[in-house]
């Protein structure tokens, strides 16, 4: 299976005095595909699809990452819960 390589950067807009972050990540999904797809849906606000399509992707890979920490195994059923209503439903 592909996998897609991204550099995710936060930046900010004024002068903070903090440095930009930039890490990368690997997905098996195509993440700005995803962010396409949400922003073809009509109960997601405009604007909102890069910020909710980019951050259920990387939550969600660390969610898996740290399937065995007991600190987030309360967040597995609503995460998957949440994800399953997203897919299911239509734009």
Request: net charge neutral; aromatic share 8%; hydrophobic share 40%.
């Amino acid at each position: 299976m592909k996998r897609h390589q991204y550099r995710i950067t936060v930046e900010p807009m004024e002068s903070t005095g903090s440095a930009p972050l930039s890490f990368e990540v690997n997905s098996y999904d195509d993440i700005l595909m995803i962010i396409d797809r949400i922003r073809l849906r009509k109960d997601i606000a405009p604007g909102s699809a890069e910020a909710l399509g980019l951050g259920l992707k990387l939550f969600g890979n660390e969610l898996l990452q740290q399937k065995n920490n007991p600190l987030f195994a309360p967040l597995f059923p609503c995460f998957h819960e949440f994800m399953k209503l997203l897919k299911e439903s239509q734009p």
